[in-house]
T-cell receptor, first 114, second 114 residues
Framework: QKEVEQNSGPLSVPEGAIASLNCTYS??????FFWYRQYSGKSPELIMF????GDKEDGRFTAQLNKASQYVSLLIRDSQPSDSATYLC??????????????FGKGTHLIIQP | GAVVSQHPSRVICKSGTSVKIECRSL??????MFWYRQFPKQSLMLMAT?????????EQGVEKDKFLINHASLTLSTLTVTSAHPEDSSFYIC??????????FGDGTRLSIL
């Protein structure tokens, strides 16, 4: 059974600091990895996706993937109070993630303290 | 960016009622649409995968006769919860994608069965 594990938190980070969110997955055949942000009562919003080992940067966000360790992380630089949300890690066995359903972690609740 | 519209956003109805939820991709033709369900403080769980013009593929434990999925076109999928009961109360979220691209989620439908 495919599993995606995340620390549920809450993770509390001061405004302006770097928030680091981690995720591990059980299916070694996973090919695509996603980070979604979900505000309370709302649906998930795509933040980043990564398919290859290494780092991928987009603005204040950096996704890191290590397939050998089955580990993916999300760094948020210069954290803002508006970043406070639940961050969901999701994986898919196909490249691109559009052909098959995603397996989600339970999410990490991030709180940015002003 | 890709826009996925879901309607209605909130439904409150009596036990035994059937409820239809629509999911539309507004600015692209989706090769595949997915239906997820999220219970309070839980992560999203895939219910079914739907391709235009073919029968939906249901995940283990999801009753296909209770959760009817119709995918009539490349921009519209519907989920009908038949004879809904209180245990069906949940947040239902659809997503749409093109091959090789990440999934984009609708705004979700909060279903409350009294």
């Amino acid at each position: 059974q495919k599993e995606v594990e995340q620390n549920s938190g809450p993770l509390s980070v001061p405004e302006g600091a770097i928030a680091s969110l981690n995720c591990t997955y059980s299916d070694r055949g996973s090919q695509s990895f996603f980070w979604y942000r979900q505000y309370s009562g709302k649906s998930p919003e795509l933040i980043m996706f990564i398919y290859s080992n290494g780092d991928k940067e987009d603005g204040r966000f950096t996704a890191q993937l290590n397939k050998a360790s089955q580990y993916v992380s999300l760094l948020i630089r210069d954290s803002q109070p508006s970043d406070s949300a639940t961050y969901l890690c999701a994986v898919n066995e196909y490249s691109g993630g559009g052909a098959d359903g995603l397996t989600f972690g339970k999410g990490t609740h991030l709180i940015i303290q002003p | 960016g890709a826009v996925v519209s879901q309607h209605p956003s909130r439904v409150i109805c009596k036990s035994g009622t059937s409820v239809k939820i629509e999911c539309r991709s507004l600015d692209f033709q989706a090769t595949t649409m997915f239906w997820y369900r999220q219970f309070p403080k839980q992560s999203l769980m895939l219910m079914a995968t739907s391709n235009e013009g073919s029968k939906a593929t249901y995940e283990q434990g999801v009753e296909k006769d209770k959760f009817l999925i119709n995918h009539a076109s490349l921009t519209l999928s519907t989920l009908t919860v038949t004879s809904a009961h209180p245990e069906d109360s949940s947040f239902y979220i659809c997503s749409a994608s093109r091959v090789g691209e990440p999934q984009h989620f609708g705004d979700g439908t909060r279903l409350s069965i009294l």
